[in-house]
T-cell receptor
């Protein structure tokens, strides 16, 4: 299974864009990149996912490099409520639904 | 739309006692998951159901853990007997099908004394 590497923590100023990096250098052609986040004392929440094209929804944008070995989750205007642990996960179509969470990145948004 | 419901939210028991957790998934979701989350770590999948069938239980410690999803809706996760190391948060999630985004409940925090 492909694994991901994320920085353990990041700080971000409120109102600024938060750019969260993720390395997945061993990703295979049939593996998707998923992002979830977990606010303290809550269950994880789905953010976005993609295969090779950049994706955008109401929560965030996902930028995947051309070689697919890394990606960046962008929160365009961070708010205090975006303080959470963010997980980057790769999931193969051979094991749909099997989310393998790592340690994630603790993002703290400060006023 | 109601989210995933779990109960109880908190449970404190003594070691060697049994304990059960209940999950009601989002209506219409065919896939149900149970995860275990230890402090400071990401969730780990214990078991995944497609309707009433357990399709992936490879990570479930079957000597003391059991789960069921009767009628393909609600699910119960049981531990008997509980050990000190079982203290953790037990999360339930559901999705329309296995490839869709998963919706998580708030979890049950178990403390074994």
């Amino acid at each position: 299974d492909a694994k991901t590497t994320q920085p353990p923590s990041m700080d971000c100023a409120e109102g600024r864009a938060a750019n969260l990096p993720c390395n997945h250098s061993t990703i295979s052609g049939n593996e998707y990149v998923y992002w979830y986040r977990q606010i303290h004392s809550q269950g994880p929440q789905y953010i976005i996912h993609g295969l090779k094209n950049n994706e955008t929804n109401e929560m965030a944008s996902l930028i995947i490099t051309e070689d697919r070995k890394s990606s960046t989750l962008i929160l365009p205007h961070a708010t205090l409520r975006d303080t959470a642990v963010y997980y980057c996960i790769v999931m193969t179509t051979d094991s749909w639904g099997k989310l393998q969470f790592g340690a994630g990145t603790q993002v703290v948004v400060t006023p | 739309e109601a989210g995933v419901v779990q109960s109880p939210r908190y449970k404190i028991i003594e070691k060697k006692q049994p304990v059960a957790f209940w999950c009601n998934p989002i209506s219409g979701h065919n896939t149900l998951y149970w995860y275990l989350q230890n402090l400071g770590q990401g969730p780990e999948l214990l078991i995944r159901y497609e309707n009433e069938e357990a399709v992936d239980d490879s990570q479930l410690p079957k000597d003391r853990f059991s789960a069921e999803r009767l009628k393909g809706v609600d699910s119960t996760l049981k531990i008997q007997p509980a050990e000190l190391g079982d203290s953790a948060v037990y999360l339930c999630a559901s999705s329309y099908w296995q490839g869709n985004e998963q919706f998580f409940g708030p979890g049950t925090r178990l403390t074994v004394l």
